[in-house]
């Protein structure tokens, strides 16, 4: 397989690979543009999402993919939501192996969790976090960054009122999708993100316990990114700080990757996990992807990206 996007391939066999892809948001509607003005693909993208399929299967030696949420867009009609749902789905299920998958902000604006997560083959239709370890080596963590959230759940649901009364003492603006007079990181506090409730980072700081125990790497996934230094602060997660407390009191967790923001970025914090937010398949014109693969060795994690994918090193300091 050649190494696109200037990566040298390191001449030693990766323990596994998966494939990667983020932020398809799919929909049967003409071509438009994001809040910021970026020209959005929506026909396009399945497109994409075929070709990072095709071009897993062709590779031969892809364990597992990933994706890392908002696989239909906010903008598609909604009764037009259910299909469009089942019909990315269905172009995941051609892929050969299994498919992880992350929900999103436009995932939550089409359908109502309890529709989503049982057409998203979540094992658990109650939450959306899991884990799963493909070697005894490794361990994935998959957090719900909208578990804490204004969109998705019940008005009434404790969640939502939550999400709200976070919103509301923030956010003082009546468009709580505005960041205008936030300063800083408080421009996160905008309603197409959220939180990690308690219940959950109970949940991670257990699994990451349990991970140690194992003498097992981490990766953690989330659709919302958890680093200021990888994404724009309009795009993190409500209470990154108290997740990445979390995983900092442990040396398990070597990345953590996430969408959500569609530029995409690559940082590392002061603990020396690496923060990859991936390039978004949604704003590719025609004739152009954004996918990757991931090689995953012991000592590092090497991103494969193809044509709008940047690829990146990920080297773990211990």
Known sequence: ?????????????????????TDVQYADIPDGRSFLGIPRYYRNSILVLQKAIQNWNNHQNISFALNLGDIVDGYCPKD???EAVKKVVKEFDKFNGRGYHMIGNHCLYNLPRSKLLPLMSFSNVDHAY???????EYRFIVLDGYDISAIGWPHDHPHTIEAVKILNEKNPNLDKNSPNGLVDLERR??????GVGKEQLEWLDKTLQDATKSNQKVVVCCHIPLNPGATSKEALLWNYDEVMDVIHRYDCVKVCLAGHDHTGGHSVDSCGVHHRVLEAAL???PGTYAFGYIDVYEDRLSLIGTDRMASSEMVFNH
Do not use: D
Not at 130 to 136: D, W
Not at 189 to 194: A, Q, R, T, V, Y
């Open 1 to 21: 397989m050649g190494y696109p996007n200037g990566l040298v391939s390191q001449g030693k066999q990766p323990l596994f690979s998966f494939g990667v892809i």
């Open 189 to 194: 506090f905008l309603k197409f993100n959220g």
């Open 283 to 285: 704003e590719c014109p």
């Open 80 to 82: 037009q939501s259910l």
């Open 130 to 136: 899991y884990e799963f370890s493909p070697v005894p």
